[in-house]
């Protein structure tokens, strides 16, 4: 073997141990050891459509509203502007077409899984009834807890003057609004 040949390798080996070595150094400086304070792993988009981790906290210390309470002070333009997330999977035209999620048109009162066209999921065929403001106000707190098994990948509102302000402005797309329960 030429000597020149040898050098090159010797030095591409040692170049990359003297890397690995480096590289081990800074890992272990820079990783804490032992488990980590907290398990698992914090969605930052579930703590922003929570409002944060301390509002959260503070929101589960107020005791829920009945909807009927709540729809007294809802408001369908703050509704609107929390709809902005709903938009991006439903369409609110009358007649128009599903998206991601089912077309919400006259949802308020309407049968449970019942847009012609539109895939379910078995859990919400299963479910039955009608969108009723009651129905609807628990289902926008935590969807997948009152429906196991939804397709529906939104977190919720969990705030109870959020869902009202929503299902506020859900009732002004309806030819004839649903009646607000009476308190």
């Excluded at 902005?84 to 048109?105: M, R, T």
């Excluded at 509102?157 to 607000?180: C, E, G």
Aim: proline residues 7%.
């Amino acid at each position: 073997m030429h000597s020149d040949n040898f050098n090159k390798w010797a030095g591409a080996i040692l170049s990359a141990l003297l890397l690995l070595f480096a590289l081990g150094v800074v890992i272990k400086e820079t990783v804490p050891e032992g488990p980590p304070a907290k398990a698992g792993y914090e969605v930052a988009e579930l703590k922003e459509a929570a409002g944060g981790v301390g509002e959260t906290a503070a929101a589960a210390a107020v005791p829920e509203q009945p909807i009927a309470v709540a729809m007294k002070t809802a408001d369908a333009d703050t509704g609107a502007k929390l709809s902005k997330a709903c938009q991006a999977c439903h369409s609110f035209d009358k007649g128009g077409p599903a998206k991601v999620g089912p077309n919400l048109w006259g949802i308020v009162g309407r049968k449970v899984a019942s847009m012609d066209g539109f895939g379910y999921s078995e859990a919400m065929k299963g479910k039955g009834g009608n969108w009723g403001y009651d129905e609807l106000y628990k289902f926008l707190a935590n969807p997948k807890g009152v429906v196991a098994g939804t397709k529906m990948g939104f977190a919720g509102y969990p705030k109870f003057d959020d869902r009202a302000n929503v299902i506020a402005y859900l009732r002004t797309f309806a030819d004839a609004p649903v009646a607000l329960p009476a308190p």
